[in-house]
Each structure stands twice: as C-alpha cells, then as structure tokens.
C-alpha cells in the first residue's frame, strides 16, 4: 500500500481496508470527549456517554492492532474532563458562557466541563477518561505498559478555587506482544548526579543546600558517583516517564496541537529508520511530519478535509526543508 500519505475517511472504515501486522507503532491523540465538534458527521467524541464514547475507541483499537506487527507499540495520548450539573456550568460552578451541551477549555490544558451529566458520577467528579480508556483496552487484550505524564510548563489558568489547575495529560504505552520493540538508547536523557538538595538550615521554606554525595571507597567505583570512568559510563540514563514539553499553539488550526517535541521520543523509540509510524486521527498532521523528518514512513487517516489540507501544507514545507538542508 501507498505509504506517507494521509487517507480521507472515518478511521474505522479505512483501516478495515489496511493489511494486517504491518505497522511499527502508532501514535496518536483521539478527540477528547466533548471537547469540540469538528463539523463532520461521524466523528468520535460527540457521543452521548462516558461508555460510548470509550467502547467507540475500542473498537477503532482493535483495528489499530490488526494491523500492527506483532513486535508493534500504542502511545495514546488523551485528556480528561470534569462531571456537570447538567445545567450548563462549569466544574467549579461558575456559568457556562458557551452553548448548552458542554464549556471547551482547549487542548492547552486538556481538561473540559462537562456540562452533561454523567451516570454514576457526581457533578464535579474528575471522569478519569485516560483510565477508563486504557484499562478497556487492556481488557481488550493490549498490554499498558506504561502511563507517562505529559507535565506542561505553559498550561492555561484555570477559574477554580477548590484543587490546583490542570496543567498535565496521559500518554499511554501500549503493546500487542509481551515483547516488542523498543529502541530505549535512542530516546535516553542526560544522567543527574553528583549533587543533591538537602534540607537546611534556613526553615522549610529556606533555599536549600547543596550537598555532594560522600566518596566511599568501595570497589573500583570510588563512592557511587565519583569514579570519571563509571561517569562516563553514566552520561545517559533511561527516560523517565514525566516529559516536560510546553504546548505550541498552531495558527491554521486555532487551537493547541500535538508539540513535536513530546511525540519525538515515540517514534524514535517505536519505529526504526525507515520503518512506519501509523495516525488514525491524523489531524494537522505533526505524526508524519516528525516521521518525515526523521526517517520514517507515514500513514494517517484524517476524517476532515480541512485538516487534510493543513496537513498537506505543513507536509509539503518539512520536505522542502530537508531538500535545502541537503
């Protein structure tokens, strides 16, 4: 089939047309629940409820994982939302100052009122819709991995009083093997060490002192950092699972998108050069564009023609880009 291309349609129905296990990894972030209506039909977050909304998932996961190779990988990205009155206001009680179904707070800080209630739940309840998604899926019989935490430096304020402002969202791993791959040198992160906060002598809220760890001499390490050899050894350490990557806002789609730099360590760990990273909400298009600059193939699927465009644009300028370079 025809690679680095995005194909127009539902991404249910366009990826029973795909073969099966051949796909490296997925990356992705699905419309969140309720958040914004994209004015096209068929599209997947408008659903009445909580457990429409996350069976639809599923079943597009499903397809997903078909097609992916046996040693592929999932990182999902979603946001969460808060339970309402159904009466059209927000969590923290204040009025609703858009229309009557729900209050979009935008992609910056990944979290909505629902102003619809929500079976089960409480007005203001935190849904939990990342967990709820991720353990259907595990149920479904992907393997989570790993829940990452996206922390965003820059997220927006929030009008609340009665629990801190939102300023992370979840980016889930998840494979269809036990074993799969995943290039953990390519995404490793400068070491720390050497010294550490310790508490002072200038109260709880002093500045703290710094402290270096003792050189014990024990073994050929001389102490656990001191040792230039063990050092270098030591430049590099595995990747933790809290990414700090501010939001960048994209003008031709009004509102926050995908920052390449958070999706960079997914398609360098999940895919190898030359290999295809897979978006089935494919959006402006910030998958393929990493891939492309990276040496891998691409493959979305976008069911709004108007992203297919900015997509194309965006698309397009990367290429030029790297035929100047070279």
Request: with cysteine.
């Amino acid at each position: 089939m025809e690679l680095n291309k995005v194909y127009p349609g539902h991404c249910l129905d366009v990826l029973k047309t795909f073969p099966d296990n051949f796909v490296n990894t997925v990356v992705t972030s699905p419309p969140y629940w309720g958040l914004r209506d994209y004015g096209v039909d068929g599209q997947i977050g408008l659903e009445e409820t909580v457990e429409e909304y996350v069976s639809n998932l599923v079943s597009v996961f499903r397809e997903v994982k078909r097609v992916l190779r046996d040693d592929g990988t999932l990182w999902l990205n979603l946001g969460d939302a808060y339970a309402g009155s159904g009466r059209g206001r927000n969590a923290d009680g204040k009025g609703n100052p858009g229309n009557n179904h729900f209050q979009s707070v935008g992609q910056v800080t990944g979290i909505v009122s629902i102003t619809k209630s929500v079976d089960g739940l409480k007005p203001k309840d935190l849904i939990g819709l990342p967990w709820r998604v991720a353990f259907a899926l595990q149920q479904d019989g992907w393997y989570l991995r790993q829940d990452i935490v996206w922390n965003k430096p820059n997220a927006m304020p929030e009008s609340v009083r009665d629990r801190p402002t939102k300023s992370h969202e979840y980016i889930f791993l998840l494979s269809k093997s036990p074993k799969y791959y995943y290039d953990h040198e390519s995404i490793k992160e400068p070491a720390v060490y050497g010294q550490q906060d310790v508490r002072g002598s200038e109260g709880a809220f002093g500045p703290p002192q710094r402290a270096k760890r003792a050189n014990k001499e024990k073994g050929s390490f001389n102490g656990k950092y001191g040792h230039e050899a063990f050092r270098a050894i030591r430049d590099k350490r595995n990747k933790r699972s809290v990414w700090t990557v501010s939001t960048k806002p994209l003008k031709e789609a009004h509102f926050a998108t995908f920052p390449e730099a958070l999706i960079e360590p997914c398609i360098l760990a999940g895919a190898p050069a030359e290999g295809i990273v897979m978006d089935p909400f494919f959006g402006s298009g910030t998958v393929g564009r990493v891939a492309t600059k990276h040496n891998r193939n691409f493959i979305g699927i976008e069911l709004n023609p108007g992203y297919i465009e900015i997509s194309d644009r965006l698309l397009n300028n990367v290429q030029l880009e790297l035929i100047n370079h070279f």
